[in-house]
């Protein structure tokens, strides 16, 4: 990943490799920062 891409936020190309190759949506992403938040507490 380059660092406009840390700067700019995620490329369409980015998300759809997310979606696609990680299962990653709206509703997994909520749910993964529930659960971190919960360990930071």
Not at 24 to 39: F, N, Y
């Amino acid at each position: 990943m380059s660092l406009s891409a840390w700067i700019e936020g995620l490329t369409p190309q980015m998300v759809r490799k997310a979606q696609v190759e990680l299962g990653e949506t709206p509703e997994v992403r909520k749910q993964a920062v529930q659960e971190l938040t919960k360990l930071l507490r």
